[in-house]
């Protein structure tokens, strides 16, 4: 399978914990985003790579947030201090152009 | 930001077709989107169509879009039960990075 994928699927935590979630995209997709999904909810952007540069950030990703694609292939997201309300589903696309992006099938953070 | 909005519910019976709809407001969107979640999993592209198109159709699948009224809709033509899931709206505006704007989504429930 040559699609988005996400490591771990699941995560639980305790409060104040820090978590760390990685994604591969498609393999030659240079444009990778990060979501936030939460119950009920559409995805909510957090932020943007063109292959190693971080080009975008929502005020969604406070300073607890941050992001990296080092070589331009997998990015990571690790979350410092983890809150409560951090408890999400956490999707991470791919595209090769910005028109069309790839979902991968996320992975859902549990904060106790 | 930009808002998409979507009903919440929609309830049909197997075999008969199902429409989804949706309204945007950013009047410089330039793709709309619709997207497939199953429970549990990430999002699924469906299709998709460039704003300076009507409608498009892909299957059982037929997207119309209205400009004028910023109105986008998902007809699904012979619905089946595995078509049961989360429908998301999602628009992109260039020079935004792509970043898509997701509706809340409709959750479709197709009675045997």
């Known amino acids: 399978d040559t699609g988005v994928s996400q490591d771990p699927r699941h995560k639980i935590t305790k409060r104040g914990q820090n978590v760390t979630f990685r994604c591969d995209p498609i393999s030659e997709h240079n444009r990778l985003y990060w979501y936030r999904q939460t119950l009920g909810q559409g995805p909510e952007f957090l932020t943007y790579f063109q292959n190693e540069a971080q080009l975008e950030k929502s005020r969604l990703l406070s300073d607890r947030f941050s992001a990296e694609r080092p070589k331009g292939s997998f990015s990571t997201l690790e979350i410092q201090r983890t809150e409560q309300g951090d408890s999400a589903m956490y999707l991470c696309?791919?595209?090769?152009?910005?028109?069309?992006?790839?979902f991968g099938p996320g992975t859902r953070l549990t904060v106790l | 930001g930009e808002d998409v909005e979507q009903s919440l519910f929609l309830s049909v019976r197997e075999g008969d077709s199902s429409v989804i709809n949706c309204t945007y407001t950013?009047?410089?969107?330039?793709?709309l989107y619709w997207y497939k979640q199953e429970p549990g999993a990430g999002l699924q592209l469906l299709t998709y169509i460039f704003s300076n198109m009507d409608m498009k159709q892909d299957q059982r699948l037929t997207v119309l879009l209205n400009k004028k009224d910023k109105h986008l809709s998902l007809r699904i033509a012979d619905t089946q039960t595995g078509d049961s899931a989360i429908y998301f709206c999602a628009e992109s505006t260039r020079g935004t990075g792509n970043q898509f704007y997701f509706g809340t989504g409709t959750s479709l429930t197709v009675i045997p």
């Open positions: 950013d009047s410089s969107s330039t793709y």
């Open positions: 696309a791919s595209s090769p152009t910005g028109n069309t992006q790839y």
